[in-house]
C-alpha cells in the first residue's frame, strides 16, 4: 500500500480523475463506491460498469437482499488498495471501470420493475459497456438477460447456486425469485444446452436440459477440473455469469436469504473463477446477499470479492492477446 498515497487520496468515488488505476485511500473512511471506482453515470470510455440493484420483493424466507449492494460496496473497500489476486494483469489499473450507481424504481409499483431494470442495462449495453451488477433477490437476473439477449442472441448461463431456479411458472408477469430460469429457457433468451449450473443441491426434477454441476461433484472431482468441465460446455457461446451468494456453503456465507449446507467454499469458487477464464463472459451478477443475516460481513465480503472475479474474467478477454 502506498501510504503517501492514502494520506492524500480521499473520496475517490469523486475525486478520482482517472477511470483507471488503484485508489490508497483508508479502507475505514471515504466515499464506499465499488472498489473506490468513480460515481458517475457518463459512459464513454468505460469497459465495465458496476450498478446496484436494490431489489427482494421476491424471497421464500428471508427478505432483506435489497441491502445487498450497500453492503457489498462497503465491503470492497477492503481490497481497493490491492490488484486482484491470481490474475496476470491488473483489471483495476487496465480496465476503465465505473461505479454507475443503482437502477431507480418505484417501490410501490412491483410489476414495471422488470421493464425498468431491462431498460437501465440496455442503456449500458448500447454503449457497448458490460455490467456488473450488485443485487438484490435473483430474480433480477431474468430482466438483466431479456437486455443481454437482445444484444447477443440467446446466452448461455453459467449460474453458481444452490438451487436450479427453473420450477415450473408459465405466468410471465410473476416476479419469482425461484422461476426466473424457467422462464429465461422458456422465453428463448438462454439456451440451456449451453448453460451449466454449479453447487446445486436441491430437488428438482425438471432442469429444462441444463447441465448440472451438483455441490457433490464440486468436492469430489476438485475445482479445477470442474472449471475446465464448465469451459467445455460453454465453448465459445456468449455467456452471462450469475452467482447466487448460496452457492457457497452457509459457513462461508450465512448472510443469504436461503441457505443450503454442503456448499462450495470460498476457495473452491475462487479457483473456479479463476480457472474459467477465455470463456466468452459478457456480463455478470452477484445475488442473494442479506446482510441483515450476518453482523460479521464475511457474505458481502464474498460477494465483492465474486464480483471482483467477475471483473477480471471481462478483462480476460480484453487484455490477453
Same mark, same amino acid.
Given at each position: 500500500?502506498?501510504?503517501?498515497?492514502?494520506?492524500?487520496?480521499?473520496?475517490?468515488?469523486?475525486?478520482?480523475?482517472?477511470?483507471?488505476?488503484?485508489?490508497?485511500?483508508?479502507?475505514?473512511?471515504?466515499?464506499?463506491?465499488?472498489?473506490?471506482?468513480?460515481?458517475?453515470?457518463?459512459?464513454?470510455?468505460?469497459?465495465?460498469?458496476?450498478?446496484?440493484?436494490?431489489?427482494?420483493?421476491?424471497?421464500?424466507?428471508?427478505?432483506?437482499?435489497?441491502?445487498?449492494?450497500?453492503?457489498?460496496?462497503?465491503?470492497?473497500?477492503?481490497?481497493?488498495?490491492?490488484?486482484?489476486?491470481?490474475?496476470?494483469?491488473?483489471?483495476?489499473?487496465?480496465?476503465?471501470?465505473?461505479?454507475?450507481?443503482?437502477?431507480?424504481?418505484?417501490?410501490?409499483?412491483?410489476?414495471?420493475?422488470?421493464?425498468?431494470?431491462?431498460?437501465?442495462?440496455?442503456?449500458?449495453?448500447?454503449?457497448?459497456?458490460?455490467?456488473?451488477?450488485?443485487?438484490?433477490?435473483?430474480?433480477?437476473?431474468?430482466?438483466?438477460?431479456?437486455?443481454?439477449?437482445?444484444?447477443?442472441?440467446?446466452?448461455?448461463?453459467?449460474?453458481?447456486?444452490?438451487?436450479?431456479?427453473?420450477?415450473?411458472?408459465?405466468?410471465?408477469?410473476?416476479?419469482?425469485?425461484?422461476?426466473?430460469?424457467?422462464?429465461?429457457?422458456?422465453?428463448?433468451?438462454?439456451?440451456?444446452?449451453?448453460?451449466?449450473? /454449479?453447487?446445486?443441491?436441491?430437488?428438482?426434477? %425438471? $432442469?429444462? @436440459?441444463?447441465?448440472? +454441476?451438483?455441490?457433490?461433484? !464440486?468436492?469430489?472431482?476438485?475445482?479445477?477440473?470442474?472449471?475446465?468441465?464448465?469451459?467445455?460446455?460453454?465453448?465459445?457461446?456468449?455467456?452471462?455469469?450469475?452467482?447466487?451468494?448460496?452457492?457457497?456453503?452457509?459457513?462461508?456465507?450465512?448472510?443469504?436469504?436461503?441457505?443450503?449446507?454442503?456448499?462450495?467454499?470460498?476457495?473452491?469458487?475462487?479457483?473456479?473463477?479463476?480457472?474459467?477464464?477465455?470463456?466468452?463472459?459478457?456480463?455478470?451478477? /452477484?445475488?442473494?446477499?442479506?446482510?441483515?443475516? %450476518? $453482523?460479521? @460481513?464475511?457474505?458481502? +465480503?464474498?460477494?465483492?470479492? !465474486?464480483?471482483?472475479?467477475?471483473?477480471?474474467?471481462?478483462?480476460?478477454?480484453?487484455?490477453?492477446?
Amino acid at each position: 500500500m502506498a501510504l503517501e498515497d492514502a494520506r492524500n487520496q480521499v473520496d475517490e468515488a469523486f475525486t478520482n480523475p482517472d477511470l483507471k488505476g488503484l485508489s490508497f485511500e483508508n479502507t475505514f473512511g471515504g466515499a464506499t463506491s465499488f472498489l473506490r471506482r468513480l460515481y458517475t453515470k457518463e459512459l464513454k470510455g468505460v469497459d465495465i460498469a458496476v450498478t446496484g440493484v436494490p431489489f427482494d420483493q421476491a424471497v421464500t424466507n428471508r427478505p432483506g437482499t435489497r441491502l445487498g449492494p450497500r453492503a457489498i460496496r462497503e465491503a470492497s473497500a477492503l481490497q481497493s488498495p490491492d490488484a486482484p489476486y491470481g490474475w496476470p494483469f491488473d483489471a483495476l489499473s487496465e480496465l476503465a471501470i465505473v461505479d454507475y450507481g443503482d437502477v431507480a424504481y418505484d417501490y410501490a409499483n412491483i410489476p414495471a420493475f422488470p421493464d425498468t431494470l431491462t431498460d437501465h442495462i440496455r442503456t449500458i449495453l448500447a454503449a457497448d459497456v458490460a455490467s456488473v451488477s450488485l443485487g438484490g433477490d435473483h430474480y433480477i437476473s431474468f430482466p438483466i438477460l431479456k437486455a443481454y439477449a437482445e444484444k447477443y442472441g440467446p446466452m448461455s448461463l453459467l449460474q453458481f447456486d444452490a438451487h436450479t431456479d427453473t420450477w415450473a411458472d408459465d405466468d410471465m408477469s410473476r416476479v419469482d425469485h425461484g422461476t426466473m430460469f424457467y422462464k429465461a429457457v422458456k422465453s428463448g433468451i438462454v439456451d440451456p444446452k449451453r448453460s451449466v449450473q /454449479v453447487g446445486i443441491r436441491t430437488t428438482n426434477e %425438471d $432442469t429444462l @436440459g441444463v447441465n448440472i +454441476i451438483d455441490a457433490r461433484e !464440486v468436492h469430489e472431482s476438485g475445482p479445477a477440473a470442474v472449471a475446465q468441465k464448465i469451459k467445455g460446455i460453454l465453448g465459445d457461446s456468449p455467456v452471462y455469469l450469475s452467482f447466487d451468494i448460496d452457492g457457497l456453503d452457509p459457513a462461508f456465507a450465512p448472510g443469504t436469504g436461503t441457505p443450503v449446507w454442503g456448499g462450495l467454499s470460498s476457495i473452491q469458487a475462487q479457483i473456479i473463477l479463476r480457472d474459467i477464464a477465455g470463456i466468452n463472459i459478457k456480463g455478470g451478477d /452477484v445475488v442473494e446477499v442479506s446482510p441483515p443475516y %450476518d $453482523t460479521s @460481513g464475511a457474505t458481502a +465480503i464474498a460477494g465483492a470479492h !465474486v464480483a471482483t472475479q467477475i471483473v477480471c474474467l471481462l478483462g480476460w478477454n480484453k487484455l490477453q492477446p
